[in-house]
């Protein structure tokens, strides 16, 4: 049982981010609509989740070169901040978001089990049918709903800020192929500047799954530095669905 545990809590980047089979709490977004899904002054819907056995990231509002900005603080700490939505396929188009590093973690290798930490993380969780998923990938989200009360999404995206590999590379998480992370920025070299990205999630999803995406179901925010035991300073600016 401890095993199990242990699985779970290092799962639980997916498995507590949204609850898949509940829509009474998600915000239905039309397609004609461009959404800002977070922003420094208007928090509203997002919440911030502990991790099971995991020391708490500091999440605040902070002021960086004059603007409001969400700081992320991480020492040997995972947590993250998420928001329920619903967002149909056919409406899926380009997400914008912004950050800012201070430094990297010399250690981290998201591609290995024991190193998988990331100064930022964008989240994305999505839909689908789970009777595709693989005998593996059943026990995995079975066993989530059963200690978490939320099951696994169907499929969960990452754009990260990697150390070493190329930007659009894609990584596969060591413990589920249900969690695939593309790298958006690699390497030192534009520490310590805002930078500003706009990717289209559907051509992102293909790329690292071969399959259409379904139904954006979630949207995260995640720095983490537990693996690595080392501390951590980002900034995040606001997210938005064009």
């Given at each position: 049982?401890?095993?199990?545990?242990?699985?779970?809590?290092?799962?639980?980047?997916?498995?507590?981010?949204?609850?898949?089979?509940?829509?009474?709490?998600?915000?239905?977004?039309?397609?004609?609509?461009?959404?800002?899904?977070?922003?420094?002054?208007?928090?509203?819907?997002?919440?911030?989740?502990?991790?099971?056995?995991?020391?708490?990231?500091?999440?605040?509002?902070?002021?960086?070169?004059?603007?409001?900005?969400?700081?992320?603080?991480?020492?040997?700490?995972?947590?993250?901040?998420?928001?329920?939505?619903?967002?149909?396929?056919?409406?899926?188009?380009?997400?914008?978001?912004?950050?800012?590093?201070?430094?990297?973690?010399?250690?981290?290798?998201?591609?290995?089990?024991?190193?998988?930490?990331?100064?930022?993380?964008?989240?994305?969780?999505?839909?689908?049918?789970?009777?595709?998923?693989?005998?593996?990938?059943?026990?995995?989200?079975?066993?989530?709903?059963?200690?978490?009360?939320?099951?696994?999404?169907?499929?969960?995206?990452?754009?990260?800020?990697?150390?070493?590999?190329?930007?659009?590379?894609?990584?596969?998480?060591?413990?589920?192929?249900?969690?695939?992370?593309?790298?958006?920025?690699s390497g030192p070299d534009r520490l310590n500047q805002w930078l500003m990205y706009e990717r289209d999630i559907k051509k992102d999803y293909e790329n690292a799954f071969g399959e259409p995406p379904g139904a954006l179901i979630g949207i995260g925010l995640m720095t983490d530095s537990d693996n690595t035991q080392s501390h951590i300073?980002?900034?995040?600016?606001?997210?938005?669905?064009?």
């Amino acid at each position: 049982m401890v095993t199990k545990l242990i699985l779970v809590a290092s799962l639980a980047t997916t498995s507590l981010l949204f609850g898949c089979s509940s829509l009474q709490n998600e915000k239905i977004v039309s397609p004609q609509t461009s959404n800002l899904f977070w922003q420094p002054e208007a928090q509203l819907g997002w919440e911030q989740v502990k991790l099971p056995g995991k020391r708490e990231t500091k999440y605040s509002l902070a002021s960086l070169n004059g603007q409001n900005r969400l700081s992320a603080n991480a020492q040997s700490s995972a947590s993250m901040l998420r928001k329920n939505i619903r967002i149909e396929p056919h409406a899926l188009n380009n997400v914008l978001f912004s950050w800012q590093v201070s430094e990297l973690m010399a250690n981290a290798d998201m591609a290995k089990r024991d190193h998988d930490d990331s100064p930022v993380r964008l989240i994305l969780a999505f839909d689908g049918d789970r009777r595709n998923f693989s005998m593996k990938n059943a026990m995995l989200s079975e066993l989530s709903l059963a200690i978490t009360g939320e099951p696994m999404p169907y499929a969960t995206l990452m754009y990260v800020w990697c150390n070493q590999r190329p930007v659009n590379a894609v990584i596969q998480n060591p413990r589920t192929d249900r969690i695939r992370k593309i790298v958006v920025e690699s390497g030192p070299d534009r520490l310590n500047q805002w930078l500003m990205y706009e990717r289209d999630i559907k051509k992102d999803y293909e790329n690292a799954f071969g399959e259409p995406p379904g139904a954006l179901i979630g949207i995260g925010l995640m720095t983490d530095s537990d693996n690595t035991q080392s501390h951590i300073q980002s900034w995040y600016g606001a997210i938005q669905l064009n």
